[in-house]
């Protein structure tokens, strides 16, 4: 009644409670009248079983990152006089969609830097993690907007936030990134963060006197009344 090696099926990780499994757990030489139960298995409780055909339905929400797989133990037995009975393991295999979107690490409120501070000189390192798998969990990062000059880097493999080019913070002093992570799945997810990058100031101006400014020489030890 039912086959005698293990059955091996597959199902989406995002499918719907009461979906149809196709099982085929009744043979078509089987006897007319048998019921079909599970006797148990990892899914028992995702499971069930339709008694009169076999045919197993989706009683649970699935989730690939948790649970890759199930194993049932299914029992056909035979109404009659010899009551005959058969069991068989089917396993379900999770096949993981891209359910995930892609999520930063916690960031400070804003980044302090001097404006002396050299070209190629890393930032941070804002990265993301992706729960999903496979090339669902590949992830590139981008600049989306605010880089002003293009005066900073995002490299897109690592995270790696640098510094591209001289800073100078009597041109701009407030800098707000918007980047963003996508990953590689099909239709792709991404996520953004805003990033404010405020420059410092460091003592690279020397003063210089007004064309204006009226100078007048100053005796050593003046008395009060001297002209």
Not at 33 to 56: A, C, D, H, M, W
Not at 76 to 100: E, H, M, P, Y
């Amino acid at each position: 009644a039912l086959p005698s090696t293990s059955s091996l099926l597959s199902i989406h990780s995002h499918a719907g409670h009461g979906l149809r499994v196709d099982c085929r757990c009744a043979s078509r030489k089987a006897p007319r009248f048998l019921s079909y139960k599970i006797l148990g298995g990892t899914g028992s409780s995702v499971f069930r079983i339709e008694p009169t055909n076999g045919t197993l339905f989706l009683q649970a929400s699935l989730d690939y990152e948790s649970i890759q797989s199930y194993d049932l133990l299914v029992e056909a037995r035979s109404s009659g006089a010899n009551n005959l009975s058969t069991t068989a393991q089917v396993r379900i295999d999770v096949i993981d969609v891209n359910d995930n979107h892609p999520v930063f690490k916690t960031l400070p409120d804003s980044y302090l830097l001097l404006e002396s501070i050299l070209p190629e000189t890393t930032v941070d390192f804002i990265t993301a993690t992706d729960r999903d798998s496979g090339l669902n969990k590949q992830l590139k990062y981008s600049i989306d907007f605010g880089n002003v000059d293009n005066v900073f880097r995002y490299v897109e493999q690592t995270g790696e936030l640098a510094v591209a080019k001289p800073l100078d913070l009597e041109k701009k002093a407030f800098y707000q990134l918007r980047l963003r992570v996508t990953d590689g799945g099909s239709p792709a997810l991404f996520s953004v963060v805003d990033v404010a990058i405020l420059l410092q100031d460091v003592n690279d101006n020397a003063p210089i006197f007004s064309s204006n400014t009226n100078l007048s020489p100053s005796i050593e030890n003046a008395q009060a009344g001297v002209e």
